[in-house]
């Protein structure tokens, strides 16, 4: 759902975007929606999304374009961990693996529910990614334990991360 097939003033010429709160706002009417209205909806994931000319764009791709005038180079990671909050100030253009270092909640097949933390054997693992390799950071007797293992270890090797 990358587009990079529209211009910045293309994008300006249709949407409005304030970047102190994220919402864009159609300039021009079309469809069912007049000028004024709220652009786009929030999908299921979390993240906004704006039908313009006939594809399916992401809004904080779109908020970068308005915004900076050039499509991000790399991925857009929201600070803040929330998907749907596009204020410019909570984007910046990162690496797929600044992007990454960003998580802030574990995947939904994670048993423990906690980022970093897996069950083994009993004990409760604290692993962490770095430069590609999986760094083992010890087993503890709470998930707990093992949690603050790894944001600690988060701190030190994820410059991106912001957790």
């Not at 759902?1 to 293309?10: E, F, G, H, L, V």
């Not at 180079?73 to 990454?100: A, C, M, W």
């Not at 939904?108 to 962490?128: K, M, P």
Request: charged share 20%.
């Amino acid at each position: 759902m990358i587009n990079t097939d529209i211009s910045a003033q293309a994008a300006r010429d249709a949407l409005v975007y304030d970047p102190t709160t994220g919402a864009f706002v159609w300039r021009i009417a079309r469809g069912q929606a007049k000028v004024g209205f709220i652009a786009g909806c929030k999908l299921s994931d979390g993240y906004w999304c704006i039908t313009l000319h006939g594809k399916q764009r992401m809004a904080h791709r779109l908020a970068w374009l308005h915004f900076h005038g050039a499509w991000p180079v790399g991925q857009i990671d929201h600070i803040n961990g929330i998907r749907s909050d596009n204020r410019i100030k909570n984007l910046r253009d990162v690496t797929p693996g600044i992007n990454r270092q960003n998580m802030r909640r574990a995947r939904s097949n994670n048993s423990t529910g906690l980022l970093g933390v897996s069950f083994d054997r009993g004990r409760f693992r604290a692993l962490i990614q770095v430069a590609g390799v999986q760094k083992h950071l010890g087993c503890f007797d709470t998930a707990e334990l093992a949690h603050a293992a790894y944001v600690y270890a988060k701190r030190t090797y994820h410059p991106g991360g912001i957790l």
